[in-house]
C-alpha cells in the first residue's frame, strides 16, 4: 500500500470532514479548559498540513529531508506542559511540539520558522538555510539534526549544570528551577549513546545528585522498518525507578494524559530528579519522504496506524465534547491550510545559500558576542608561582589549572580519576582539595559521559576543562564532538555555542607501554573536524601559556583539544643526564593563537625542521648535536596543529635550501601531508621531504622505537 503525497493530503481533509458526533464526552476544565485544547488542535492541523505540503513539494524538489511529525502530534501536549525555558533537545518528529511552545513566546513565529526550514531559506531563523532543523534560541532549543541518541549525554550535562550553577552563586543562561527536555524515538534507547545517557542518569541520582531531566520517549513502536519487541521500553525503564521516576501514558484518555505530562514535569523540577516520560504514539507515513512502508509492513499493520491518528483522535474528542463544532473544525482546517500554502509559496522563492564562505561564516561563533554565564564575582584565588622556578610540561600544566580554576569560578574539570588521585599522572594533584567536587569531578568510567556532560554543562555557560585518560579512549565518544557540539555553532548562526576544552594525554615514545590504548600516535581524528583548535605544547612554558589561550578561546565558543605529550609530561634532560635543558619557567605571558615558535643558532643556516610535540624534543636534540659538528639547523615548532600561522610559516620557510618535516604520527594519517603540500608548492627552490612513523600499531617495549621517530634518523636526514 503506498500512497502519494497528493493522496495522503486528500485522505486527511477527507477523514477530517467526515468527523460526526458519536457519543457523549468530557473536558475536565480543572486540568485544561476547553479553549485550551481547541489551541493544541490547531497546533497538531498546523503541523500536519505543513508536513502534508512539504511532501507536495518535495516532488517538485522545493523542499528536502521530509522527515515527517505525523503521528507524533500528541507531542504538542508536552509543549504545553512544559516551560518555554526549559532548555529542549527535541527529536526530529516534535514539530507539532515546536509550534506548541512558540505560543508562549510572543516574538515568534513558528509557522514561518518551520516552513523557511524545509526548503532550506537563508530566512531560517536557527540555520540560516543549512538544514531542515528545530531549534530556536528564543525558545531554549538547540538545534537538533539527527537525533539517534547522540543528544542524549549533553541532555545529562546540561540538567546537572542548573542546580550546580545555582550552588556555585553563577548567573545561569537556565532559570534555577528549570529542568532539562529530551526527547528521542523508542528504537533510540537500544543505543550505546543512549544507554550511556541513562546510565549516567540513573549513576547520578543513585548518588542524590540533583538532576532535573525528563527523557521523553516517543515510542510509535518501530525504528525505519524494524518493530519494537513488546513491552521492551517497559521492562528497560521501570526496573530503573525511583532513582529515575517512571511514567506511562497512552492516550486513551486526553484528561489524564496531560495531567500524567504535567505530573511528570512537576515532580523533575520539585525533586530535581531524573523523569522517564513514556508516552505511546504512532508513526505515519512511513520513516521519511521517500520510504515505502509497504515493503516491510503489513496493510493491516499500517492501516491500523492510521485509524489511530491522533489528530482525528482529538478532533473527534472535542466534537464529543462540545468544544468545538464540525463546521468550525472545518474552518479551522481551511484557514491554517490557505495559511501555510500561502507560506509555502513565498518561502520557496526565498533565496539560498550560494558560496562557500556563506555557508561556512558560522562555523566559528562570532567572537565579539560575551560568554553567556557572566559570574557575580571573580575568585581571583591564584598566586604565581616563582618566575625563577623550573618547571616540568606536568608541573606547569597543574600550575595552569590552578590558576584557571581560580580565576574563572565557572571552570569545572571533567574526567577519570581526576579527584584525590590527581589524574594517572598527577597533573590535577591538589586541585580537588582546593575547589571541591562541584568544581573537580570525577566520572564514571565512560568517556561519552565526560565528553557529553562537559558539552551540555557549556550551554549553561559553565567552563568545562574535560580530561580523557588516553588519546585512543576519545574513539570511545567522538560523536559527542564531531557529531554534537561541533556542529553547534554551524547549524544554529552561532546562536548557540558549547565551548570546551579537552585534555588528552597522548601520542607515543612511552617507554614500557604499548598498544593503540596507551601509545597512540594518530591525531586525524581530531584534524578531520572542522574549525575547532587542536593544541600541542612540547614544553612547561609553552604549555602554560597556550592551556589558558585554549581557555580564552572555549569562553568565546570554541572547542579545543589540547593534546599533551605524555613522554614528556617529566622530563627534565635534554641531551645529557642532568642537564635540565627541558626545564623551563612558568609563562605568564601570552601565547597567540596558530603563534609558531622558532629555535635558530645561527642567522647562516640553510636548513629548517617543522616538527611539534614529541618531534620538537627529538629535533632540538639533533640541532645541538649537528651544532657541535658544525651544522647549523634551525627548527620551528607548530604548537597549534590546525590553525597555525600558514602564511608566517611559508615567509619563514622559503629563505631555507632544504625543509625536513619531521611528523612523530603514522605517515599514512600524518600532518605532514598538509604540511608538504603548503611548503613544497610555496617554495619550489628548496628539497621539502617528510619523516614520519611506521604506519602501524605500536607494540610492546624496546622494540616500540623501531616503529617511531628517532633522533637518529632526523640526524641522517640533515646531514650533508
Known amino acids: 500500500m503506498y500512497l502519494s503525497a497528493q493522496e495522503i493530503h486528500q485522505d486527511f481533509h477527507n477523514r477530517l470532514r467526515k468527523l460526526q ?115 530556536n534560541a528564543k525558545l531554549f532549543m538547540p538545534p537538533q539534526t539527527s537525533t539517534i541518541a547522540s543528544h542524549l549525554p549533553k541532555a545529562v550535562g546540561s540538567a546537572l549544570s542548573i542546580p550546580r550553577s545555582k550552588d556555585l552563586k553563577l548567573v545561569s543562561y537556565l532559570p534555577y528551577d528549570s529542568v532539562v527536555t529530551c526527547h528521542f524515538g523508542d528504537a533510540t534507547l ?79 523540577r520539585k525533586n530535581k530528579r531524573p523523569v522517564f516520560l513514556h508516552l505511546k504514539m504512532v508513526r505515519l507515513y512511513g520513516h521519511a519522504g521517500n520510504d515505502r512502508e509497504d515493503l516491510y509492513r503489513k496493510k493491516s499493520d499500517i492501516l491500523n496506524d492510521l485509524a489511530k491518528d491522533p489528530i482525528i483522535q482529538l478532533s473527534q474528542w472535542l466534537i464529543n465534547s462540545k468544544a468545538v463544532t464540525k463546521q468550525e473544525l472545518v474552518s479551522i482546517l481551511d484557514r491554517i491550510d490557505q495559511q501555510i500554502l500561502s507560506i509555502y509559496e513565498k518561502a520557496i522563492k526565498q533565496p539560498k545559500l550560494q558560496s562557500r564562505n556563506e555557508i561556512m561564516a558560522s562555523l566559528i561563533p562570532n567572537f565579539k558576542k560575551p560568554a553567556v554565564n557572566l559570574v557575580k564575582h571573580n575568585l581571583n584565588n591564584y598566586q604565581h608561582p616563582n618566575p625563577r622556578e623550573q618547571y616540568t610540561l606536568a608541573q606547569s600544566l597543574n600550575q595552569s589549572l590552578h590558576e584557571i580554576l581560580g580565576k574563572n569560578p565557572q571552570a569545572c574539570l571533567i574526567g577519570l580519576d581526576i579527584g584525590k588521585k590527581g589524574g594517572v599522572y598527577n597533573i590535577t594533584s591538589g586541585l580537588f582539595k582546593k575547589f571541591g567536587p562541584a568544581r573537580v569531578m570525577n566520572a564514571p568510567l565512560d568517556e561519552t559521559t565526560i565528553l557529553g556532560t562537559g558539552i551540555g554543562m557549556s550551554l549553561n555557560g559553565f567552563l568545562p576543562i574535560c580530561e580523557i585518560q588516553f588519546l585512543a579512549y576519545y574513539h570511545n565518544a567522538q560523536d559527542q564532538i564531531r557529531g554534537e557540539a561541533s556542529t553547534l555553532s554551524f547549524f544554529s548562526q552561532g546562536q548557540f555555542q558549547n565551548g570546551i576544552v579537552i585534555r588528552i594525554p597522548g601520542l607515543a615514545y612511552q617507554e614500557g607501554l604499548g598498544g593503540h590504548f596507551h601509545n597512540d600516535n594518530t591525531l586525524s581524528v581530531f584534524r578531520d573536524i572542522p574549525a575547532v583548535i587542536i593544541a600541542c605544547p612540547s614544553n612547561a612554558k609553552d604549555a602554560s601559556a597556550m592551556l589558558k589561550t585554549c581557555v580564552e578561546q572555549a569562553k568565546q565558543g570554541r572547542i579545543c583539544f589540547f593534546i599533551e605529550p605524555i613522554a614528556l609530561y617529566h622530563k627534565k634532560d635534554l641531551l645529557d643526564e642532568k642537564d635540565e635543558k627541558w626545564l623551563f619557567e612558568y609563562n605568564q605571558e601570552e601565547i597567540q593563537l596558530g603563534q609558531i615558535k622558532v629555535y635558530s643558532h645561527s642567522k647562516a643556516s ?94 610492546l617495549g624496546p622494540s616500540a622505537k623501531k616503529l617511531l621517530v628517532s633522533t637518529d634518523e632526523i640526524i641522517e636526514r640533515i646531514s650533508p
Request: aromatic letters at 10%.
Open 21 to 135: 458526533l458519536t457519543q457523549d464526552e468530557f473536558i475536565d476544565e480543572k486540568i485544561l479548559p476547553a479553549k485550551d485544547w481547541v489551541e493544541i488542535l490547531e497546533t497538531q492541523i498546523s503541523s500536519r498540513i505543513a508536513d502534508l505540503y512539504s511532501r507536495v513539494y518535495k516532488t517538485r524538489d522545493q523542499t528536502f529531508y521530509t522527515i515527517s511529525s505525523a503521528g507524533h502530534e500528541m507531542m504538542s501536549l508536552v509543549g504545553k506542559a512544559s516551560r518555554y525555558n526549559d532548555l529542549c533537545y527535541a527529536h526530529y518528529r516534535d514539530a507539532s511540539f515546536y509550534l506548541q511552545r512558540a505560543l508562549k513566546v510572543h516574538e515568534c513565529n513558528p509557522l514561518f520558522d518551520l516552513i523557511h526550514s524545509f526548503v532550506v531559506s537563508k530566512s531560517d531563523q536557527i540555520s540560516g538555510g543549512r538544514h531542515k532543523v528545530l531549534g
Open 190 to 268: 537500544n543505543h550505546a549513546t543512549a544507554l550511556t545517557a541513562i546510565n549516567c542518569a540513573h549513576w547520578l541520582s543513585y548518588n542524590k545528585v540533583p538532576t532535573p531531566i525528563v527523557f521523553v520517549c516517543e515510542d510509535n513502536e518501530i525504528g525505519i522498518s524494524q518493530k519494537t519487541t513488546q513491552g521492551w521500553i517497559n521492562e528497560q525503564m521501570r526496573g530503573k525507578d525511583p532513582h529515575i521516576k517512571y511514567f506511562y501514558v497512552d492516550f486513551t484518555d486526553l484528561n489524564l494524559a496531560y495531567q500524567c505530562i504535567v505530573n511528570a514535569y512537576h515532580f523533575s
Open 606 to 699: 640553510d636548513q629548517l625542521i617543522i616538527t611539534y610535540g614529541n618531534g620538537l624534543y627529538l629535533s632540538r636534540q639533533a640541532q645541538e648535536k649537528l651544532n657541535e659538528r658544525g651544522i647549523k639547523i634551525d627548527v620551528i615548532d607548530l604548537r597549534w596543529l590546525n590553525c597555525y600561522q600558514q602564511e608566517k610559516l611559508v615567509e619563514i620557510a622559503q629563505k631555507y635550501k632544504k625543509i625536513l618535516i619531521v611528523d612523530e604520527c603514522r605517515e599514512k594519517a600524518a600532518l605532514a601531508d598538509e604540511l608538504y603540500r603548503v611548503i613544497a608548492s610555496a617554495c619550489p627552490q628548496s628539497t621539502v621531504t617528510t619523516l614520519c612513523s611506521a604506519d602501524s600499531f605500536i607494540s
